[in-house]
Each structure stands twice: as structure tokens, then as C-alpha cells.
């Protein structure tokens, strides 16, 4: 089967930290750019980080930058995402989607997963 499976999410304190993990079932993550995008209740779904296959560039929303990074281990056919300094209004269901090659904003993507939850409250 197909797919992207998220991992890490929980409930954390604000100024904590978690890493979520995106790894690829069924394919191999070499020839796909990963985009982190996060949905809060009420809200719009937000793009939050990407980081190309080419040569693993990486982009930031300014609401994250300086906090968040995004990296990548192709022998582990997994992307993730180590956010620190995390604070309320991180809170949100976070997705990977993965589009061919690079980071174009606009996709199309052609795998998804199915969301982590990621609370930040004390």
C-alpha cells in the first residue's frame, strides 16, 4: 500500500519541543519533495515547511521560521519535522504531502497522510 504515515504528535507544554516523522510505505521518498501542513479548528489548512528531493532545500513559513526544521533521511525513507519553542497557537493537526521533485507550493501532491495531532498547552 501506498502511503505517508505521521508520527510523534502529542501534547506538549509551551516552549517544549516534538519531532514529527512522515515516512513513505510502498515508495521510495528520493524522487519527492515533503511539505509539512498544519489545520487548526475553524482554520484554514496552512503550509508550513518543505523540503525539496533535489537538493533538499528547505522553506519556512514565517510563522514557524527560527523554530521549526525540516530534514530528511532517504535511507530511512522518512521526512521529519523537529519543532521547538512551541506555543499555543501551534496547536493543529499536522499533514505530509509529497509532490514530484520540488517544493512548488501548488502541488499537485500525490500521496498524503493522515494527520498527527499536535497540542501545546499547559
Known amino acids: 500500500q501506498l502511503q505517508l504515515v505521521e508520527s510523534g504528535g502529542g501534547l506538549v507544554q509551551p516552549g517544549g519541543s516534538l519531532r514529527l516523522s512522515c515516512a513513505a510505505s510502498g515508495f521510495t521518498l528520493d524522487y519527492y519533495a515533503i511539505r509539512w501542513f498544519r489545520q487548526a479548528p475553524g482554520k484554514a489548512r496552512e503550509g508550513v515547511s518543505c523540503?525539496?528531493?533535489?537538493?533538499?532545500?528547505?522553506y519556512y513559513a514565517d510563522s514557524v521560521k527560527g523554530r521549526f526544521t525540516i530534514s530528511r533521511d532517504n535511507a530511512k525513507n522518512t521526512v521529519y519535522l523537529q519543532m521547538n519553542s512551541l506555543k499555543p497557537e501551534d496547536t493543529a493537526v499536522y499533514y505530509c504531502?509529497?509532490?514530484?521533485?520540488?517544493?512548488?507550493?501548488?502541488?499537485?501532491?500525490?500521496?498524503w497522510g493522515q494527520g498527527t495531532q499536535v497540542t501545546v498547552s499547559s
Open positions: 523540503i525539496s528531493a533535489s537538493d533538499s532545500s528547505t
Open positions: 504531502a509529497a509532490e514530484v521533485y520540488y517544493c512548488s507550493g501548488s502541488g499537485p501532491y500525490d500521496y
